[in-house]
């Protein structure tokens, strides 16, 4: 199989753990575990994915809805989660389909006895499950803090979604202007849903008190960081911030 160049910021990983790479179709994942385990990321990766597409094919407007959907209980595990996530967070159920499949990806990994610690990053929206604190360095473009500063997640928060959104970088689709707004949630799919939904909230620093209020009525939200131009904004109690 032929690979799409790497995006720059997989070369910045520091770890002890094994790094590895699994494409399949438009699912570009990066792995950390406790040993290579490619093999067996691919044939998860297929096994979380084909519920999705067949659910997809027979309902084509879960794939193009902008907005959120109604509960759907015969629908696959993860087709529920996504619907669930787009409802709390008033967005697309796709919005939330990169955390999705990273958090199904590291948790079957654990699950199977693979690996006890796992780190799964899909799109820049990152599954964490680690016996120890990590940062998460921030990519916001061409803002003067890019990759310059860092999340500190701590041990007792995971397994946690780290998903960012930004109005003027990447592919994604987004209403707001934030060069990046990272959320950091218990569920990974719900994480990647309000990165968006925050995301579009977000046009200047005068909304950050608009994106706070509405994180405050979610519960597990651990905390939200944003870059708004030159503003930055952290919010939650057990988010530390780092320079790099």
């Known amino acids: 199989m032929k690979y799409a160049h790497i995006p720059f910021y997989r070369t910045l990983v520091s770890t002890s753990l094994k790094s590895f790479r699994v494409v399949y179709k438009e699912t570009d994942l990066l792995i950390l ?32 809805s902008l907005e959120p959907l109604p509960y759907d209980e015969e629908a696959p595990e993860m087709v529920q989660k996504m619907l669930k996530a787009g409802k709390v ?65 701590k041990k007792g928060l995971m397994p946690c979604g780290v998903c960012t959104s930004s109005g003027k970088v990447g592919h994604s689709l987004s209403w707001g202007k934030a060069e990046a707004i990272t959320v950091i949630h218990k569920d990974t799919a719900l ?9 579009n909230m977000l046009k200047s620093s ?21 870059i708004v131009e030159d503003q930055l904004m952290l919010w939650g109690k057990n988010i530390e911030l780092e320079t790099l």
């Open 33 to 64: 575990a406790e040993k290579e385990l490619v093999k067996e990321s691919l044939f998860l990766v297929r096994e979380v994915r084909l519920p999705l597409e067949t659910y997809i094919a027979k309902n084509p407007f879960f794939l193009k």
């Open 89 to 153: 967070a008033g967005v697309g159920p796709m919005a939330s389909v990169a955390g999705a499949i990273a958090e199904k990806v590291g948790t079957l990994l654990i699950k199977e006895g693979y690996t006890s610690e796992v780190v799964v990053e899909n799109g820049g929206d990152i599954y964490l499950n680690l016996k120890r604190d990590a940062k998460v360095a921030i990519f916001a473009g061409e803002s003067t803090f890019s990759g310059k500063i860092a999340l500190k997640i």
């Open 191 to 199: 994480a990647d849903a309000l990165a968006t939904a925050f995301g």
């Open 206 to 226: 005068q909304d950050f008190q608009r994106v706070i209020t509405k994180a405050k009525r979610l519960e597990n939200l651990w905390g939200l960081f944003c």
